[in-house]
């Protein structure tokens, strides 16, 4: 069992910075591959970023390549969302996900593959 937790998200404008943070907490020693999305209102939830266990492995979508940066502190049971210059439509609420593993390198991009959720964070940008 995994229990996620996202906290860091709030009203910012356009160019500014926020950084999200998941905090997992799991009954087992096994190591957890986690995912970043979101979700705009009226809209599908999409995939953000993703990384492995391990943190060797990353994957961006095309939409927030080269301003997020996705990272991990595995001694804290952290997962972060750096989100630098952002945009109006990066508006949505964004939620963390996880799935435990045995693959160090094993990083999951689609939300069907996820077992647990966090209860999500609103981030809000304005032009």
């Known amino acids: 069992q995994v229990h996620l937790a996202e906290s860091g998200g709030g009203l910012a404008q356009s160019g500014d910075s926020l950084r999200l943070s998941c905090a997992a907490s799991?009954?087992?020693?096994?190591?957890?591959?986690v995912g970043w999305f979101r979700q705009a209102s009226g809209e599908e939830r999409r995939t953000v970023a993703a990384?492995?266990?391990?943190?060797?492995?990353?994957y961006y979508s095309d939409s927030v390549k080269g301003r997020f940066t996705i990272s991990r502190d595995n001694a804290k049971s952290m997962v972060y969302l750096q989100m630098n210059n952002l945009e109006p439509e990066d508006t949505a609420v964004y939620y963390c996900?996880?799935?435990?593993?045995?693959?160090?390198?094993?990083?999951?991009?689609?939300?069907?593959?996820?077992?647990?959720w966090g209860q999500g964070t609103q981030v809000t940008v304005s032009s």
């Open positions: 990384i492995s266990w391990d943190g060797t492995e990353t």
């Open positions: 799991r009954s087992t020693n096994r190591g957890i591959a």
């Open positions: 996900a996880a799935r435990e593993t045995t693959y160090g390198d094993w990083v999951i991009t689609m939300d069907s593959q996820y077992d647990y």
